[in-house]
Antibody, heavy 123, light 107 residues
């Protein structure tokens, strides 16, 4: 059974870059069977899809964040990462890494989630 | 952007009750609608995919229906462990979006 685990700083200063890594066990980020990605959650805005990456490196991002976000793969470490630059307090959230199985040839449902990591943006 | 509106926002229910949660999409999404359960301090867990398809390991008391713009999650014979927040999610068009959540409290 696949397991996802987020890691990274819990505190980021405004205007800096938020960087998180998701380590995958029980599955391979090099497999064409899944998309890998990030979702965040705040009390105010609820769940917000950030973006996904396929094993080919092709990415799909939420346009509301696209200019600031990068998702990348590290196949040697079986990890994928999120970078969100120029952060503000509005980016304070619990960040989840997720897996979306390829079933209908597009990103559909998220069947595996990491435990989530709280990132606070504050000076 | 497709907006998903759930109702109710909150419901207090007794064990063995039947619960119905609705999710309405701002435009047709065919059957590209999925349901999740999130218990306190846990990550969301997939309950139903493509509006009505069951997920292995999820109790059979959870079922889904609907297509187009109106969808329903039904919990038959509610159990105490079903206390959670339930979310719908659409994958019909970008950006993928979620409903605001329905919190179930068990009396």
């Amino acid at each position: 059974q696949v397991q996802l685990q987020e890691s990274g700083p819990g505190l980021v200063k405004p205007s800096q870059t938020l960087s998180l890594t998701c380590t995958v066990s029980g599955g391979s980020v090099s497999s064409g069977s899944n998309y890998w990605g990030w979702i965040r959650q705040t009390p105010g805005k609820g769940l917000e899809w950030i973006g996904n990456i396929y094993h080919t490196g092709i990415t799909t991002y939420n346009l509301s964040l696209k200019s600031r976000v990068t998702i990348s793969l590290d196949t040697t470490e079986n990890q994928f990462s999120l970078k969100l630059n120029s952060v503000t307090a509005a980016d304070t959230a619990v960040y989840y890494c997720t897996r979306a199985p390829v079933e209908m040839s597009t990103i559909d449902y998220f069947d595996s989630w990491g435990q989530g990591t709280l990132v606070t943006v504050s000076s | 952007e497709i907006v998903l509106t759930q109702s109710p926002d909150f419901q207090s229910v007794t064990p063995k009750e039947k619960v119905t949660i609705t999710c309405r999409a701002s435009q047709s999404i065919d059957s590209s609608l999925h349901w999740y359960q999130q218990k306190p301090d846990q990550s969301p867990n997939l309950l139903i995919k493509y509006a009505s398809q069951s997920i292995s390991g999820v109790p059979s008391r959870f079922s889904g229906s609907g297509s187009g713009t109106d969808f329903t999650l039904t919990i038959n014979s509610l159990e105490a462990e079903d206390a959670a927040t339930y979310f719908c999610h659409q994958s019909s068009s970008l950006p993928y979006t979620f409903g605001q959540g329905t919190k179930l409290e068990i009396k």
